[in-house]
C-alpha cells in the first residue's frame, strides 16, 4: 500500500514525458519531403510517443485501484444505499515528496491514493487510451497529428495530477495546465477563424471562473492553515460557518467554469470546433469531469455551507433542463452530445448537493464509458459523412454496421435504459434528488423540490432528443453527399462515402462498447427500484413523443414537437446573445475608446510636441542662412542700436 503513491507519480509523469517527447522527437523530418505533407515516419513515431505511455499510465492506474481495493478492511463497502446514511470513506495514502516554504502556509509537493482518486484515475487513463488509438485513424492525413498528440497526452497527465494531487496547489497545477491544453486542442485548426474564437471563448471563460476557484483554495488553505488536503478536511468542523459559505461559493465559481455549469457553460458547445477526439477527451474524462471531481474531494466542506448546496441545486436544476432542451433543436450531432453532457454534469451537481457524492461519482463514471463512446461513434459518423450536420445523415444503419450498434447501446445508456450502465447511475441520482425533495439531505425545501421536478422533466427531454438523433442518423432515407476524389484537405472528414470508419478508429469504440452496457451493476445497490421505474417509463414517454412524430413525416425533423420554443431552443435560450450584450459589447467599446484616447490624447501630445518643435526649429533655422554678409549686417545693426540707446537714454 505504501507504494502506491510512487505508482501514482509513475502514470502522472508518463503520459508528460510522451508529450515531451512527441514535441521534440518528431521535429526533423525526413529530406526531401515536400512541404506541407505528411512524413509517415513521423507520423508512426508520434503515434507510438502518444499511445504507450498512456497504456503504460493506464495499467499502473488499474493495478494502484486493483491494490487499494483489494486491501480495504473486510466488511467494507464501496456503496450505501441513501437511506442509511452516509459512508465513511477508507483511509488515503500519501507521500510527500517535498514541501516548499513560503513564509506563511507551506505547499506540499506529494501524491495522494483514496477511492475517488483510484476510481477517477482509471476513467481518465481509460478514456485517454482510447482517443489516443482512436486518432491515429481520425486524423491519419493531418500534418500536425504530433503535436495533436502530444497536447493529448499533456492533458492525460494534467488531469492524473489534479486526481492524484495531495496538496490544493498541486491540484491547481493541474488545473491550469489543463485549461491550457483545451484552448490548444479545440483550436487545432486555427486557420478557420470560427476555430480561433472558439478556443479563445473556452479560455476566457473558463479563466473568469479559475480567479474565483484560485481565491477559494486560498480561503480553505489560511484556515486551515495548510494546503494539504488531508488537513484541510481534518479542520473543516473547526472553520466557521461564513468561512465554508465564502470558500465554497468561490469554488463553485470554478466549478462552473471547468464544468460549463450554469452561468459558465456557453464555452462548451462552442469547443466542438476542436476535432471529435478531442470533443470525447473533454467531456468524458477530462476538463468537465474536474469540477465535479473537485466538489467531491472536498465534499466535507460543501456538507458545512448549505448556502452553497442551494446554489448548486439551482444551478444543477437550471443546466440540466436548459441544456437538455437545447439539445432537442440541434442540428449539429456533436453540438447535441455537448448539451447533452452540460445536462448529464447538471445532474451529477444535483447529487452532490443533494447529499450524495456516491451517487455523483457513480454517474460521472458511467457517462465518462457513455459519453466518449457517443462522441468516437460521431466522429465515426462525421468520418463517413463528411458533415457534422444530422440533415446530411440518415439510413447509415445499412453501412455502418459496427457504428450503429455501439452508437445505439450509448444512447440507451444517455436515456437510462436498463441494462446499460446510465440506468443504474442515473437512477442513483434521482433517487438522491428524491431524498432530498423528502428532507432527508442540507437543503432548503424549495431548492431541493425545485430540483426534482427539472431532474424529472430533464428525463423526459434528454429521452426525446437521444431518440431524435439516433434515428435522424441512421434511419430514413440516405441524405450523405458522395464526393468524388481527390479528397478534401486534413483538416475536414475525408471519407464522404458513408462507409465504415477504419480498424483503428473501431476497435476503441468496441472496447468502450462494453463498460457503456455493464459498467452500471457495479454500483446497482445505489438504484432504488420505485424511483427508477418512474424515470424509465418517464424517458420512455420522451422517445415515445418523438418516435410518434419522426413516423408520422420520417423526412421532417422530430424537433418540431418544441412548437415556438424550437427557435428559442435551437439559440439556447439566447444567454451567449444576452452575454454579448452585457460583456463583450461593452468591453469592444471601452476597448474602442481606449484606442482612440490612445490615438488622439497619448500620441496626440507626443506627435503634437514633435511638431511644435520643429516648427520652433524653422523658426531658428532661418536665421542660420550661412551667409556671412548677413550675419555681418546683422552685427552692426546690433551695435547701431545700442549706440542709439546708449545716446538716447544715457
Same mark, same amino acid.
Given at each position: 500500500?505504501?507504494?502506491?503513491?510512487?505508482?501514482?507519480?509513475?502514470?502522472?509523469?508518463?503520459?508528460?514525458?510522451?508529450?515531451?517527447?512527441?514535441?521534440?522527437?518528431?521535429?526533423?523530418?525526413?529530406?526531401?519531403?515536400?512541404?506541407?505533407?505528411?512524413?509517415?515516419?513521423?507520423?508512426?513515431?508520434?503515434?507510438?510517443?502518444?499511445?504507450?505511455?498512456?497504456?503504460?499510465?493506464?495499467?499502473?492506474?488499474?493495478?494502484?485501484?486493483?491494490?487499494?481495493?483489494?486491501?480495504?478492511?473486510?466488511?467494507?463497502?464501496?456503496?450505501?444505499?441513501?437511506?442509511?446514511?452516509?459512508?465513511?470513506?477508507?483511509?488515503?495514502?500519501?507521500?510527500?515528496?517535498? &514541501?516548499?516554504?513560503? !513564509?506563511? =502556509?507551506?505547499?506540499?509537493? %506529494? +501524491?495522494?491514493?483514496?477511492? #475517488? *482518486? $483510484?476510481?477517477?484515475?482509471?476513467?481518465?487513463?481509460?478514456?485517454?487510451?482510447?482517443?489516443?488509438?482512436?486518432?491515429?485513424?481520425?486524423?491519419?492525413?493531418?500534418?500536425?497529428?504530433?503535436?495533436?498528440?502530444?497536447?493529448?497526452?499533456?492533458?492525460?497527465?494534467?488531469?492524473?495530477?489534479?486526481?492524484?494531487?495531495?496538496?490544493?496547489?498541486?491540484?491547481?497545477?493541474?488545473?491550469?495546465?489543463?485549461?491550457?491544453?483545451?484552448?490548444?486542442?479545440?483550436?487545432?485548426?486555427?486557420?478557420?477563424?470560427?476555430?480561433?474564437?472558439?478556443?479563445?471563448?473556452?479560455?476566457? &471563460?473558463?479563466?473568469? !471562473?479559475? =480567479?474565483?476557484?484560485?481565491? %477559494? +483554495?486560498?480561503?480553505?488553505? #489560511? *484556515? $486551515?492553515?495548510?494546503?494539504?488536503?488531508?488537513?484541510?478536511?481534518?479542520?473543516?468542523?473547526?472553520?466557521?460557518?461564513?468561512?465554508?459559505?465564502?470558500?465554497?461559493?468561490?469554488?463553485?465559481?470554478?466549478?462552473?467554469?471547468?464544468?460549463?455549469?450554469?452561468?459558465?457553460?456557453?464555452?462548451?458547445?462552442?469547443?466542438?470546433?476542436?476535432?471529435?477526439?478531442?470533443?470525447?477527451?473533454?467531456?468524458?474524462?477530462?476538463?468537465?469531469?474536474?469540477?465535479?471531481?473537485?466538489?467531491?474531494?472536498?465534499?466535507?466542506?460543501?456538507?458545512?455551507?448549505?448556502?452553497?448546496?442551494?446554489?448548486?441545486?439551482?444551478?444543477?436544476?437550471?443546466?440540466?433542463? %436548459?441544456?437538455?432542451?437545447?439539445? #432537442? *433543436?440541434?442540428?449539429?450531432?456533436?453540438?447535441?452530445?455537448?448539451?447533452?453532457?452540460?445536462?448529464?454534469?447538471?445532474?451529477?451537481?444535483?447529487?452532490?448537493?443533494?447529499?450524495?457524492?456516491?451517487?455523483?461519482?457513480?454517474?460521472?463514471?458511467?457517462?465518462?464509458?457513455?459519453?466518449?463512446?457517443?462522441?468516437?461513434?460521431?466522429?465515426?459518423?462525421?468520418?463517413?459523412?463528411?458533415?457534422?450536420?444530422?440533415?446530411?445523415?440518415?439510413?447509415?444503419?445499412?453501412?455502418?454496421?459496427?457504428?450503429?450498434?455501439?452508437?445505439?447501446?450509448?444512447?440507451?445508456?444517455?436515456?437510462?435504459?436498463?441494462?446499460?450502465?446510465?440506468?443504474?447511475?442515473?437512477?442513483?441520482?434521482?433517487?438522491?434528488?428524491?431524498?432530498?425533495?423528502?428532507?432527508?439531505?442540507?437543503?432548503?425545501?424549495?431548492?431541493?423540490?425545485?430540483?426534482?421536478?427539472?431532474?424529472?422533466?430533464?428525463?423526459?427531454?434528454?429521452?426525446?432528443?437521444?431518440?431524435?438523433?439516433?434515428?435522424?442518423?441512421?434511419?430514413?432515407?440516405?441524405?450523405?453527399?458522395?464526393?468524388?476524389?481527390?479528397e478534401p484537405e486534413p483538416g475536414v472528414a475525408h471519407v464522404w462515402d458513408g462507409r465504415e470508419a477504419p480498424a483503428s478508429m473501431l476497435w476503441p469504440i468496441g472496447v468502450l462498447v462494453v463498460p457503456a452496457l455493464l459498467l452500471g451493476f457495479a454500483g446497482a445497490g445505489l438504484v432504488e427500484w420505485s424511483?427508477?421505474?418512474?424515470?424509465?417509463?418517464?424517458?420512455?414517454?420522451?422517445?415515445?413523443?418523438?418516435?410518434?412524430?419522426?413516423?408520422?413525416?420520417?423526412?421532417?425533423?422530430?424537433?418540431?414537437?418544441?412548437?415556438?420554443?424550437?427557435?428559442?431552443?435551437?439559440?439556447?435560450?439566447?444567454?451567449?446573445?444576452?452575454?454579448?450584450?452585457?460583456?463583450?459589447?461593452?468591453?469592444?467599446?471601452?476597448?474602442?475608446?481606449?484606442?482612440?484616447?490612445?490615438?488622439?490624447?497619448?500620441?496626440?501630445?507626443?506627435?503634437?510636441?514633435?511638431?511644435?518643435?520643429?516648427?520652433?526649429?524653422?523658426?531658428?533655422?532661418?536665421?542660420?542662412?550661412?551667409?556671412?554678409?548677413?550675419?555681418?549686417?546683422?552685427?552692426?545693426?546690433?551695435?547701431?542700436?545700442?549706440?542709439?540707446?546708449?545716446?538716447?537714454?544715457?
Amino acid at each position: 500500500m505504501s507504494a502506491l503513491p510512487g505508482l501514482a507519480a509513475v502514470a502522472v509523469a508518463l503520459p508528460f514525458l510522451g508529450a515531451v517527447a512527441g514535441l521534440l522527437g518528431t521535429r526533423l523530418p525526413r529530406r526531401g519531403r515536400p512541404p506541407g505533407t505528411v512524413d509517415r515516419a513521423v507520423y508512426r513515431r508520434a503515434a507510438w510517443f502518444a499511445v504507450a505511455p498512456t497504456a503504460l499510465a493506464t495499467v499502473l492506474a488499474v493495478w494502484v485501484l486493483v491494490t487499494y481495493l483489494g486491501d480495504l478492511p473486510s466488511g467494507f463497502t464501496t456503496y450505501v444505499p441513501m437511506h442509511e446514511g452516509p459512508r465513511q470513506p477508507a483511509g488515503a495514502i500519501e507521500s510527500t515528496l517535498s &514541501v516548499v516554504g513560503t !513564509g506563511a =502556509v507551506p505547499i506540499t509537493i %506529494g +501524491l495522494r491514493v483514496d477511492e #475517488l *482518486a $483510484a476510481v477517477i484515475a482509471v476513467l481518465v487513463g481509460c478514456v485517454a487510451l482510447a482517443v489516443q488509438i482512436y486518432s491515429t485513424g481520425y486524423m491519419r492525413d493531418e500534418r500536425r497529428y504530433p503535436s495533436y498528440s502530444a497536447f493529448i497526452s499533456l492533458f492525460t497527465s494534467a488531469m492524473l495530477l489534479v486526481v492524484y494531487a495531495a496538496d490544493l496547489l498541486v491540484l491547481y497545477v493541474g488545473w491550469e495546465v489543463m485549461g491550457l491544453c483545451s484552448y490548444l486542442l479545440i483550436g487545432h485548426w486555427w486557420e478557420d477563424r470560427a476555430n480561433s474564437r472558439a478556443a479563445v471563448k473556452a479560455f476566457l &471563460v473558463t479563466r473568469v !471562473g479559475d =480567479v474565483g476557484f484560485l481565491f %477559494g +483554495l486560498f480561503t480553505l488553505g #489560511l *484556515a $486551515a492553515g495548510s494546503f494539504r488536503v488531508s488537513t484541510v478536511l481534518d479542520r473543516v468542523p473547526h472553520m466557521s460557518t461564513g468561512t465554508l459559505v465564502a470558500a465554497t461559493l468561490l469554488l463553485l465559481l470554478g466549478v462552473a467554469g471547468k464544468s460549463a455549469q450554469v452561468p459558465l457553460h456557453t464555452w462548451l458547445p462552442d469547443a466542438m470546433a476542436g476535432p471529435t477526439p478531442i470533443s470525447a477527451l473533454i467531456h468524458a474524462a477530462t476538463m468537465v469531469a474536474a469540477g465535479i471531481f473537485v466538489v467531491a474531494r472536498l465534499y466535507p466542506a460543501f456538507l458545512g455551507a448549505r448556502p452553497s448546496l442551494d446554489l448548486l441545486a439551482v444551478m444543477a436544476a437550471l443546466g440540466m433542463l %436548459g441544456a437538455a432542451l437545447a439539445a #432537442l *433543436a440541434q442540428d449539429d450531432l456533436k453540438r447535441v452530445l455537448a448539451y447533452s453532457t452540460i445536462s448529464q454534469l447538471a445532474y451529477m451537481a444535483g447529487a452532490l448537493a443533494a447529499g450524495s457524492d456516491q451517487a455523483a461519482i457513480f454517474h460521472l463514471v458511467t457517462h465518462g464509458a457513455f459519453k466518449a463512446l457517443l462522441f468516437l461513434c460521431a466522429g465515426a459518423v462525421i468520418h463517413a459523412v463528411g458533415s457534422n450536420l444530422m440533415s446530411d445523415m440518415g439510413g447509415l444503419r445499412r453501412s455502418m454496421t459496427v457504428t450503429f450498434p455501439a452508437m445505439t447501446i450509448g444512447f440507451a445508456a444517455l436515456m437510462g435504459l436498463p441494462p446499460a450502465s446510465g440506468f443504474f447511475s442515473k437512477d442513483a441520482v434521482l433517487a438522491a434528488i428524491e431524498h432530498a425533495a423528502t428532507g432527508a439531505a442540507p437543503l432548503t425545501d424549495a431548492a431541493a423540490w425545485l430540483l426534482y421536478a427539472c431532474a424529472l422533466v430533464t428525463v423526459a427531454v434528454t429521452g426525446a432528443y437521444a431518440t431524435r438523433a439516433w434515428l435522424r442518423t441512421f434511419f430514413g432515407a440516405s441524405r450523405v453527399r458522395h464526393v468524388p476524389l481527390p479528397e478534401p484537405e486534413p483538416g475536414v472528414a475525408h471519407v464522404w462515402d458513408g462507409r465504415e470508419a477504419p480498424a483503428s478508429m473501431l476497435w476503441p469504440i468496441g472496447v468502450l462498447v462494453v463498460p457503456a452496457l455493464l459498467l452500471g451493476f457495479a454500483g446497482a445497490g445505489l438504484v432504488e427500484w420505485s424511483s427508477a421505474v418512474i424515470s424509465l417509463l418517464v424517458a420512455l414517454l420522451g422517445a415515445g413523443v418523438v418516435y410518434a412524430s419522426w413516423r408520422a413525416d420520417p423526412a421532417a425533423d422530430p424537433a418540431r414537437v418544441l412548437g415556438p420554443l424550437r427557435t428559442p431552443c435551437e439559440r439556447a435560450f439566447y444567454v451567449d446573445a444576452v452575454y454579448h450584450r452585457l460583456f463583450v459589447a461593452p468591453v469592444l467599446w471601452l476597448a474602442r475608446a481606449v484606442a482612440r484616447a490612445d490615438d488622439t490624447v497619448v500620441d496626440g501630445a507626443v506627435q503634437g510636441s514633435g511638431r511644435l518643435a520643429v516648427g520652433v526649429s524653422g523658426l531658428l533655422r532661418r536665421g542660420q542662412t550661412g551667409n556671412a554678409q548677413l550675419y555681418l549686417t546683422g552685427v552692426l545693426a546690433g551695435v547701431l542700436i545700442i549706440v542709439i540707446g546708449a545716446v538716447v537714454l544715457g
